[in-house]
C-alpha cells in the first residue's frame, strides 16, 4: 500500500516521503480500514518535529518515531474484522481515532489501510462525507471532554472560546451550544462569519479587543490559543466560573519550551487548582461518557455538529498540509484524501 512515513523528527520536507509499504496486520480485537479520509491537527506538526522534547519519553520514540506511518484520525469502509471483533462487519463506512488519548505518537492513518481497535471506531453519520467525518473526531473528543467534563456546562450559561475557529474550537462552539449555553468566539475577523454559521451568538476580533479586560463574565473559558496568563483570565471569570486551558499560542515552536512545551503551564495551573475551584483540577482527566466516540456520532447525525473542513489535500500533499497548518489560518480542519 501507499503511506506517508517518516524516518526521523525533522523539517517535512526533509524527514517525509511517500512510500510503498506492507499493509498492517490486525489483532484479534482491532478492524482493518480502507482509509478514505484522515485529518491534520496540531499533534501531528509535534509528532513530525519531536517537540517538545518530551513527547519521545511519553510514547512517541526517542531518536526517530516508533511509528513511522503519520495520521491518527480516519474515515473509511472496514476491509476486515479481527477474530474478536463483533461492532462491525467488512463493508461498514466508519470514523474514529486510532490512537487514543495522548496524540503526541503517529497512528498510521495517512495510507490506504490502517488498522484500530474497533472500540475506538463509530458508524460514520450518513449525513457526513467521508472527509468531514474524518476531521472530527480528535477535535471533537477534546472539545466533548472540555464542555461537558471539565466545564460542566449547563443549559443558559454564558462560554467563551478562545481561539475559536481551529478544529477543536470550532467543535467546542457547537457542542456548547448543543448544551444550551451562550456562546463568544474569540478569533479573527476572517473567521467571524463562519463562526456565527456554526452557532456562535458573538463574536470578537482578538486583534481589535481583549477579552479579558472587558466588563462581561463567562461561566467557562476554554482557551485554545493559550495567549493570556491565568491572572488575566480570572478577570473574565463569574465567581463560580471554570477555565480549562486546552491550547499554547506557541504550538508550532516560537518561544515555546523545546524540553516540556506547555506542560509546565498545565501543570502550574493544576496545583493552583488546589486553592482555586475555578481551575478544574483532577476533573480534567475524567471522561463523562462511557463510549464517547458514540456521543460524537450521534451530535453529528443530530446536525448538532456540523464538520467544518479548511480544506482537502491528496495523500501526495501532506507536506504541503502540513506547512499551511503552520500558518494558523485554517477554518476548521485540513483533510488528508486517499
Same mark, same amino acid.
Given at each position: 500500500?501507499?503511506?506517508?512515513?517518516?524516518?526521523?523528527?525533522?523539517?517535512?520536507?526533509?524527514?517525509?516521503?511517500?512510500?510503498?509499504?506492507?499493509?498492517?496486520?490486525?489483532?484479534?480485537?482491532?478492524?482493518?480500514?480502507?482509509?478514505?479520509?484522515?485529518?491534520?491537527?496540531?499533534?501531528?506538526?509535534?509528532?513530525?518535529?519531536?517537540?517538545?522534547?518530551?513527547?519521545?519519553?511519553?510514547?512517541?520514540?526517542?531518536?526517530?518515531?516508533?511509528?513511522?506511518?503519520?495520521?491518527?484520525?480516519?474515515?473509511?469502509?472496514?476491509?476486515?474484522?479481527?477474530?474478536?471483533?463483533?461492532?462491525?462487519?467488512?463493508?461498514?463506512?466508519?470514523?474514529?481515532?486510532?490512537?487514543?488519548?495522548?496524540?503526541?505518537?503517529?497512528?498510521?492513518?495517512?495510507?490506504?489501510?490502517?488498522?484500530?481497535?474497533?472500540?475506538?471506531?463509530?458508524?460514520?453519520?450518513?449525513?457526513?462525507?467521508?472527509?468531514?467525518?474524518?476531521?472530527?473526531?480528535?477535535?471533537?473528543?477534546?472539545?466533548?471532554?472540555?464542555?461537558?467534563?471539565?466545564?460542566?456546562?449547563?443549559?443558559?450559561?454564558?462560554?467563551?472560546?478562545?481561539?475559536?475557529?481551529? !478544529?477543536?474550537?470550532?467543535?467546542?462552539?457547537?457542542?456548547?451550544?448543543?448544551?444550551?449555553?451562550?456562546?463568544?468566539?474569540?478569533?479573527?475577523?476572517?473567521?467571524?462569519?463562519?463562526?456565527?454559521?456554526?452557532?456562535?451568538?458573538?463574536?470578537?476580533?482578538?486583534?481589535?479587543?481583549?477579552?479579558?479586560?472587558?466588563?462581561?463574565?463567562?461561566?467557562?473559558?476554554?482557551?485554545?490559543?493559550?495567549?493570556?496568563?491565568?491572572?488575566?483570565?480570572?478577570?473574565?471569570?463569574?465567581?463560580?466560573?471554570?477555565?480549562?486551558?486546552?491550547?499554547?499560542?506557541?504550538?508550532?515552536?516560537?518561544?515555546?519550551?523545546?524540553?516540556?512545551?506547555?506542560?509546565?503551564?498545565?501543570?502550574?495551573?493544576?496545583?493552583?487548582?488546589?486553592?482555586?475551584?475555578?481551575?478544574?483540577?483532577?476533573?480534567?482527566?475524567?471522561?463523562?461518557?462511557?463510549?464517547?466516540?458514540?456521543?460524537?456520532?450521534?451530535?453529528?447525525?443530530?446536525?448538532?455538529?456540523?464538520?467544518?473542513?479548511?480544506?482537502?489535500?491528496?495523500?501526495? !500533499?501532506?507536506?504541503?498540509?502540513?506547512?499551511?497548518?503552520?500558518?494558523?489560518?485554517?477554518?476548521?480542519?485540513?483533510?488528508?484524501?486517499?
Amino acid at each position: 500500500m501507499k503511506a506517508f512515513v517518516q524516518t526521523r523528527y525533522g523539517a517535512p520536507d526533509e524527514v517525509l516521503s511517500l512510500r510503498d509499504v506492507a499493509r498492517p496486520t490486525i489483532r484479534d480485537d482491532e478492524v482493518l480500514v480502507r482509509v478514505r479520509a484522515a485529518s491534520m491537527h496540531p499533534d501531528i506538526w509535534h509528532t513530525v518535529y519531536g517537540v517538545p522534547y518530551a513527547l519521545r519519553i511519553m510514547g512517541g520514540g526517542l531518536r526517530r518515531p516508533k511509528n513511522p506511518i503519520l495520521g491518527t484520525d480516519v474515515a473509511g469502509v472496514v476491509e476486515a474484522v479481527g477474530d474478536a471483533a463483533t461492532r462491525f462487519r467488512v463493508g461498514d463506512a466508519v470514523f474514529g481515532e486510532i490512537v487514543s488519548g495522548n496524540q503526541w505518537t503517529n497512528g498510521g492513518a495517512y495510507a490506504e489501510y490502517a488498522a484500530a481497535r474497533e472500540s475506538r471506531l463509530a458508524p460514520k453519520p450518513a449525513a457526513v462525507t467521508f472527509e468531514q467525518a474524518a476531521s472530527v473526531p480528535t477535535s471533537a473528543l477534546i472539545a466533548l471532554r472540555a464542555v461537558r467534563g471539565e466545564g460542566r456546562v449547563r443549559s443558559g450559561q454564558s462560554v467563551l472560546v478562545n481561539g475559536a475557529g481551529g !478544529g477543536v474550537g470550532t467543535m467546542a462552539v457547537q457542542i456548547a451550544r448543543a448544551s444550551g449555553a451562550h456562546v463568544t468566539a474569540v478569533d479573527s475577523s476572517a473567521k467571524a462569519d463562519m463562526l456565527r454559521t456554526i452557532g456562535a451568538e458573538r463574536v470578537i476580533d482578538y486583534a481589535r479587543d481583549d477579552f479579558t479586560g472587558g466588563g462581561d463574565r463567562y461561566d467557562l473559558i476554554l482557551d485554545l490559543a493559550g495567549n493570556h496568563r491565568w491572572r488575566e483570565v480570572r478577570r473574565a471569570l463569574t465567581p463560580h466560573g471554570t477555565y480549562v486551558l486546552i491550547g499554547d499560542q506557541h504550538v508550532y515552536g516560537g518561544s515555546n519550551h523545546r524540553w516540556i512545551g506547555s506542560l509546565g503551564r498545565f501543570l502550574g495551573l493544576m496545583v493552583r487548582s488546589s486553592f482555586d475551584r475555578r481551575l478544574p483540577g483532577v476533573r480534567a482527566f475524567r471522561t463523562t461518557d462511557d463510549d464517547p466516540m458514540a456521543t460524537v456520532a450521534d451530535l453529528v447525525e443530530a446536525g448538532s455538529i456540523v464538520p467544518v473542513v479548511d480544506r482537502t489535500y491528496p495523500l501526495s !500533499g501532506v507536506v504541503d498540509a502540513i506547512r499551511h497548518m503552520e500558518t494558523g489560518t485554517a477554518r476548521g480542519r485540513i483533510v488528508i484524501t486517499i
